[in-house]
Nanobody
């Protein structure tokens, strides 16, 4: 079982940037597909971005394309989400999750972090 810890959330003004980190322990990210999801109050958890560990292929939801970048650091066993040009609608709790196969559905992921709050003020 892999344990995930997110960090890097906070309060930022619209147009600003944040970088979220997802550090894995217990097992490495090797052979895993790592994704970021977010959940705003009163809304369902939604897919944001993902990266395939073996070939670094990336995936993004349309609303963050061109603004967010997912990347990984093999040596640190950490996945990052660089968020630029933040908007108020990006406000949510952000979670990282891992599983063996690519999917945009949160129910397909077996391991989750505790989440980190991102608040964008307009």
């Amino acid at each position: 079982q892999v344990q995930l810890v997110e960090s890097g959330g906070g309060l930022v003004q619209a147009g600003g940037s944040l970088r979220l980190s997802c550090a894995a322990s217990g097992r490495t990210f090797s052979n895993y597909y790592t994704a970021w999801f977010r959940q705003a109050p009163g809304k369902e958890r939604e897919f944001v971005a993902a990266i395939s560990w073996h070939d670094s292929r990336t995936y993004y939801t349309d609303s963050v394309k061109g603004r967010f970048t997912i990347s990984r650091d093999n040596a640190k066993n950490t996945v990052y989400l660089q968020m630029n040009s933040l908007k108020s609608e990006d406000t949510a709790v952000y979670y990282c999750a891992v599983d063996r196969a690519p999917s945009p559905r949160p129910q397909d992921f077996g391991s989750w972090g505790q989440g980190t709050q991102v608040t964008v003020s307009s």
